[in-house]
């Protein structure tokens, strides 16, 4: 009888494992952030002619960032990974920022 309550003990241990696994990798996450700083970039330019420098300021960007990604991760052996991901960054003045990402791990 204690055999079996082991063998249902490991079985339901690592079901949630497993389960705990694939919730944490496919759940999207996301994010907002403010710059408190917030100050506009100025950029100092010179023609290689040999004419007088001059200066432009960049456009005014809102100091809200907003983010997202979502991935997908398994474990196909014990010594065997393989996941996926993507993520974009957006702000309200038009940035976009987009990664994606592709990762394999072999453990020797």
Not at 6 to 14: I, L
Not at 86 to 105: D, E, K, M, W
């Amino acid at each position: 009888m204690q055999g079996i309550r082991a063998a249902a003990s490991t079985a339901f241990t690592e079901e949630v494992a497993l389960l705990t696994r694939w919730i944490r990798s496919h759940l999207p996450t996301s994010a907002a952030g403010y710059n408190l700083l917030n100050n506009r970039l100025q950029i100092s330019a010179a023609f290689a002619a040999g004419s007088d420098s001059f200066v432009t300021t960049a456009f005014s960007q809102s100091p809200w960032l907003y983010s997202a990604s979502i991935g997908l991760a398994s474990q196909r052996t014990e010594k065997l990974d393989l996941s996926v991901r993507y993520g974009v960054q957006a702000s309200p003045s038009g940035s976009l920022n987009q990664t994606g990402s592709f990762t394999l791990r072999i453990k020797l």
